[in-house]
């Protein structure tokens, strides 16, 4: 069963100060959309990928960021 991918991340500026992670998904369809992670759950993200750069996000399975959030609870 295909599934979405990381396709790109970027670390952009959060409303109130904080670093944000910008995802791109692409979707087994092709569409790609952007997902807005919080400084922790973006932290959170790249330790469940083994990520040292963002960089390293690219081709990971949406669920990443699901075993991400999880990591913070």
Known sequence: M???????AEMVAG????VELLVRLRHPNGAEGPVVLDEET???LM???????VEDLTGQSWRKIVEGVRCST
């Not at 295909?2 to 396709?7: D, G, K, L, M």
């Not at 409303?15 to 904080?18: E, K, L, R, S």
């Not at 330790?47 to 750069?53: H, L, P, V």
């Open 42 to 44: 973006g932290l959170n």
């Open 2 to 8: 295909a599934e979405a991918v990381i396709v790109g």
């Open 47 to 53: 330790a469940a990928c083994g990520a040292a750069s």
């Open 15 to 18: 409303h109130d100060g904080t």
